[in-house]
């Protein structure tokens, strides 16, 4: 039977329809991990020390470097550059805290401010790694495109990113239910004093959450490698996101800003799908203020009495 | 008396060594410097060469140094009767146009520059004032800049984004059944808008219905969504009009499936394009900025000294670092030398007037000076204009295009599109 032009029209405009939304899904989704990863370090160095950690996007980006420089230029196997970005960027995180944020414990602005100062100090030192010129390129280790339904299309890389970024997510958050470590590190989080009058050494639960916030970045920087251009001020545009992520999942909530990263992640997909990106950029920073002004705890956060 | 007859000897050959050594280091640490009688003439480059824009700044760089080389090995340059050595100083204002204005000045007032070369936009208009004023020969690459006073600025070579009609004038021409294009590009005044408007215009002429045109900015870190939302469209040819993404945006085209036609303003580092996406998918894609081992180059009528040997040695000691500005701005080096040495001086005035009243050769052949119906002033030099294709993973001239021709039938159709697009003109 031949459909009436108009309604073959029509059904052929529902078809594409529904497959760009359903690719839409895909993107965001895989666009989540990245979000996620970035956002829980920078919740849990937040919620341990207290510090806003303006360099947290340039975490991401030595991560990336990283990778860039150990497979793009001198061949390292991907995976084994990935553990290596993790160990670097985790030791520029526990550097971080013991000589930058311990002194200034009790002066949150210090810590602030000598985030700042890392974050220039770390783009520099990509530029002298990297050299000036145009963004570094890392070729993807997994080549192809995995299609679903004839029209789903998620390239191997993407599937392979966001599959390691459940599984870190997935196993952060093991860590952090079902460890003593880990109950310590929350215990911090919640009450300094109180977790010190148990016995638990705040020094060290600091190292470690800095150490696990920075690792998640350096992983971010590491998957998001093959993915985007390399430039030692990409970190900006993560650091952003981070921040919106983190106050709309509610400010020292881990879970709120898992939640948080995939509902935005998704949210811009869309955004930048149906209007542009520029309109998604601006909507997500609204939308920040929104919650700030309506619910300051963000969606997963809890009022704390004086 | 052994001692009497040693000691001069043994000075002579202390004093040998010394000069040997010295010669040496200097050799080793400055290889580039040419001992020289010649009085130093220096050209500035005032230019992005850290940041986004630095792909079009710094190649730029390194091409202008192997033209100044190659001068100074071969003696210098004669301009007035006086042999010169060419100089090149440079200021990488990272697309700051705070730093743009000091390094501007920098380069006049403490490196005596007697010209100097700009990538153009926001970074060109800050300086303008003051290079106007103080009478000083500065090239854009964006003809744009240019304005009813601008007479001291001049685009002698590249006429962004005006030769991308030649390119959809090619593919119109060779792929009749193309219909349909989207275009994605920066969302910024300078390159994209100006780019999107003269693909539009293009397109309208040749004939092919623009279905989508996608402005985004420069805060995207995943091209995923924006190329789903374009491909929904499904348009016979992507276009990226002036993007600083079009590795991603290509990684994106491959992954999401797209059999099209592909027409982009440059295709910079394509190697890099086809080691993440494949030979077989790059290939067609249509751009518009030439390696110079093209055997086209080799011909007659391309007024640029060996281009295959400025290609080589450019590789050689820059292996990753060929761009579209590798030869631009040489070639806008070499117009301004013939320029001085025609006028006997490299005072801006003398060389402007030149420029001006002379036919100038442009560096692909032909040139005309245009830009007053436009910009207000005919100071672009508009010549024709090479169409690129990719062939079996490499940038092969196909023919070449004649941009002065199609603006004169075609400027009120861009006049129209750059209106739209809310872009300045007279």
């Given at each position: 039977?031949?459909?009436?032009?108009?309604?073959?029209?029509?059904?052929?405009?529902?078809?594409?329809?529904?497959?760009?939304?359903?690719?839409?899904?895909?993107?965001?989704?895989?666009?989540?991990?990245?979000?996620?990863?970035?956002?829980?370090?920078?919740?849990?160095?937040?919620?341990?020390?207290?510090?806003?950690?303006?360099?947290?996007?340039?975490?991401?980006?030595?991560?990336?470097?990283?990778?860039?420089?150990?497979?793009?230029?001198?061949?390292?196997?991907?995976?084994?550059?990935?553990?290596?970005?993790?160990?670097?960027?985790?030791?520029?995180?526990?550097?971080?805290?013991?000589?930058?944020?311990?002194?200034?414990?009790?002066?949150?602005?210090?810590?602030?401010?000598?985030?700042?100062?890392?974050?220039?100090?770390?783009?520099?030192?990509?530029?002298?790694?990297?050299?000036?010129?145009?963004?570094?390129?890392?070729?993807?280790?997994?080549?192809?495109?995995?299609?679903?339904?004839?029209?789903?299309?998620?390239?191997?890389?993407?599937?392979?990113?966001?599959?390691?970024?459940?599984?870190?997510?997935?196993?952060?958050?093991?860590?952090?239910?079902?460890?003593?470590?880990?109950?310590?590190?929350?215990?911090?989080?919640?009450?300094?004093?109180?977790?010190?009058?148990?016995?638990?050494?705040?020094?060290?639960?600091?190292?470690?959450?800095?150490?696990?916030?920075?690792?998640?970045?350096?992983?971010?920087?590491?998957?998001?490698?093959?993915?985007?251009?390399?430039?030692?001020?990409?970190?900006?545009?993560?650091?952003?996101?981070?921040?919106?992520?983190?106050?709309?999942?509610?400010?020292?909530?881990?879970?709120?800003?898992?939640?948080?990263?995939?509902?935005?992640?998704?949210?811009?997909?869309?955004?930048?799908?149906?209007?542009?990106?520029?309109?998604?950029?601006?909507?997500?920073?609204?939308?920040?203020?929104?919650?700030?002004?309506?619910?300051?705890?963000?969606?997963?956060?809890?009022?704390?009495?004086? | 008396?052994?001692?009497?007859?040693?000691?001069?000897?043994?000075?002579?050959?202390?004093?040998?060594?010394?000069?040997?050594?010295?010669?040496?280091?200097?050799?080793?640490?400055?290889?580039?410097?040419?001992?020289?009688?010649?009085?130093?003439?220096?050209?500035?480059?005032?230019?992005?060469?850290?940041?986004?824009?630095?792909?079009?700044?710094?190649?730029?760089?390194?091409?202008?140094?192997?033209?100044?080389?190659?001068?100074?090995?071969?003696?210098?340059?004669?301009?007035?009767?006086?042999?010169?050595?060419?100089?090149?100083?440079?200021?990488?204002?990272?697309?700051?146009?705070?730093?743009?204005?000091?390094?501007?000045?920098?380069?006049?007032?403490?490196?005596?520059?007697?010209?100097?070369?700009?990538?153009?936009?926001?970074?060109?208009?800050?300086?303008?004032?003051?290079?106007?004023?103080?009478?000083?020969?500065?090239?854009?690459?964006?003809?744009?800049?240019?304005?009813?006073?601008?007479?001291?600025?001049?685009?002698?070579c590249e006429s962004h984004p005006l030769y991308n009609v030649t390119g959809v004038e090619w593919l119109?021409?060779n792929?009749?059944?193309?219909?349909?294009?989207?275009?994605?590009?920066?969302?910024?005044?300078?390159?994209?808008?100006?780019?999107?408007?003269?693909?539009?215009?293009?397109?309208?002429?040749?004939?092919?219905?623009?279905?989508?045109?996608?402005?985004?900015?420069?805060?995207?870190?995943?091209?995923?969504?924006?190329?789903?939302?374009?491909?929904?469209?499904?348009?016979?040819?992507?276009?990226?009009?002036?993007?600083?993404?079009?590795?991603?945006?290509?990684?994106?085209?491959?992954?999401?499936?797209?059999?099209?036609?592909?027409i982009s303003c440059t295709l910079?580092?394509?190697?890099?394009?086809?080691?993440?996406?494949?030979?077989?998918?790059?290939?067609?894609t249509i751009f518009q900025f030439p390696d110079f081992d093209d055997p086209k180059l080799q011909e007659?009528g391309v007024n640029f000294?060996?281009p295959?040997?400025?290609d080589?040695?450019?590789?050689?000691?820059?292996?990753?670092?060929?761009?579209a500005?590798a030869w631009e701005?040489?070639a806008?080096?070499?117009?301004?030398?013939?320029?001085?040495?025609?006028?006997?001086?490299?005072?801006?005035?003398?060389?402007?007037?030149?420029?001006?009243?002379?036919?100038?050769?442009f560096i692909f052949g032909g040139g005309?000076?245009?830009?007053?119906?436009?910009?207000?002033?005919?100071?672009?030099?508009v010549g024709r204009w090479p169409i690129v294709v990719i062939e079996?993973?490499k940038a092969r001239i196909q023919e070449y295009g004649d941009v002065a021709?199609w603006?004169?039938?075609?400027?009120?159709?861009?006049?129209?599109?750059?209106?739209?697009?809310?872009?300045?003109?007279?």
């Amino acid at each position: 039977m031949i459909l009436p032009s108009f309604f073959a029209d029509s059904f052929y405009e529902t078809i594409l329809a529904l497959e760009l939304f359903l690719q839409s899904i895909v993107n965001g989704t895989i666009q989540s991990g990245f979000f996620a990863l970035a956002a829980v370090g920078l919740v849990l160095i937040f919620g341990v020390m207290g510090v806003v950690n303006f360099a947290h996007g340039e975490l991401v980006m030595v991560g990336a470097y990283t990778v860039w420089f150990l497979h793009a230029q001198h061949s390292t196997p991907f995976l084994i550059t990935i553990v290596i970005a993790i160990l670097v960027v985790t030791v520029i995180g526990i550097l971080m805290e013991k000589f930058l944020f311990r002194p200034m414990r009790d002066d949150p602005l210090g810590g602030l401010i000598c985030s700042i100062g890392v974050l220039f100090i770390l783009q520099v030192l990509a530029t002298l790694v990297g050299g000036d010129g145009p963004s570094k390129q890392v070729p993807p280790p997994f080549e192809g495109t995995m299609v679903l339904f004839e029209f789903l299309r998620i390239p191997y890389q993407r599937l392979f990113s966001i599959a390691v970024s459940v599984a870190a997510l997935g196993l952060l958050w093991h860590f952090l239910t079902h460890t003593k470590l880990g109950w310590a590190l929350r215990a911090v989080s919640q009450d300094r004093e109180a977790a010190s009058l148990q016995g638990i050494n705040s020094n060290r639960i600091s190292m470690i959450a800095i150490a696990v916030g920075a690792a998640m970045a350096g992983l971010a920087g590491a998957l998001m490698a093959p993915l985007t251009n390399i430039n030692p001020h990409m970190g900006h545009n993560v650091i952003i996101t981070a921040f919106i992520v983190t106050i709309v999942g509610g400010v020292g909530s881990l879970s709120g800003a898992v939640i948080a990263s995939v509902l935005y992640a998704l949210f811009h997909t869309f955004v930048t799908t149906y209007f542009n990106g520029t309109v998604a950029t601006i909507s997500g920073l609204l939308i920040m203020v929104l919650v700030l002004i309506v619910r300051p705890t963000g969606i997963m956060g809890h009022r704390v009495s004086e | 008396m052994s001692t009497h007859t040693q000691r001069p000897a043994r000075r002579k050959f202390l004093k040998k060594a010394a000069a040997g050594t010295v010669a040496a280091t200097t050799a080793s640490v400055f290889p580039n410097i040419v001992l020289s009688a010649n009085k130093t003439l220096t050209v500035g480059m005032n230019i992005p060469m850290t940041g986004d824009y630095a792909p079009w700044g710094l190649p730029g760089l390194y091409g202008c140094e192997i033209i100044a080389n190659n001068i100074n090995k071969e003696g210098g340059v004669n301009i007035g009767g006086e042999t010169y050595d060419i100089k090149v100083a440079s200021y990488d204002h990272g697309y700051d146009t705070e730093k743009a204005l000091q390094g501007f000045k920098k380069l006049v007032l403490e490196d005596d520059a007697s010209m100097v070369m700009m990538l153009g936009g926001s970074t060109v208009a800050a300086v303008l004032p003051w290079a106007t004023r103080k009478k000083v020969l500065t090239t854009t690459l964006l003809p744009s800049d240019i304005t009813p006073d601008s007479d001291y600025l001049v685009a002698t070579c590249e006429s962004h984004p005006l030769y991308n009609v030649t390119g959809v004038e090619w593919l119109a021409k060779n792929f009749p059944d193309v219909k349909s294009a989207a275009i994605v590009t920066n969302n910024d005044a300078e390159y994209g808008l100006q780019s999107a408007a003269t693909y539009q215009a293009a397109f309208e002429v040749a004939g092919i219905e623009v279905v989508d045109t996608h402005l985004h900015g420069f805060d995207v870190t995943d091209f995923a969504p924006i190329v789903s939302s374009v491909l929904a469209k499904n348009p016979d040819v992507f276009c990226m009009a002036t993007s600083f993404y079009v590795t991603p945006i290509m990684e994106q085209l491959y992954h999401q499936g797209y059999k099209g036609k592909i027409i982009s303003c440059t295709l910079d580092y394509y190697d890099e394009i086809i080691a993440k996406t494949s030979k077989e998918f790059v290939n067609g894609t249509i751009f518009q900025f030439p390696d110079f081992d093209d055997p086209k180059l080799q011909e007659s009528g391309v007024n640029f000294p060996d281009p295959a040997g400025f290609d080589a040695a450019f590789r050689k000691d820059h292996p990753n670092d060929w761009s579209a500005v590798a030869w631009e701005y040489p070639a806008i080096l070499l117009n301004w030398l013939d320029a001085a040495k025609a006028a006997g001086s490299a005072d801006s005035e003398s060389v402007a007037t030149t420029l001006k009243a002379n036919k100038q050769e442009f560096i692909f052949g032909g040139g005309d000076w245009w830009g007053s119906q436009l910009w207000g002033l005919d100071n672009a030099l508009v010549g024709r204009w090479p169409i690129v294709v990719i062939e079996d993973g490499k940038a092969r001239i196909q023919e070449y295009g004649d941009v002065a021709g199609w603006l004169s039938s075609n400027k009120d159709v861009l006049v129209k599109h750059m209106k739209e697009l809310g872009l300045r003109t007279v």
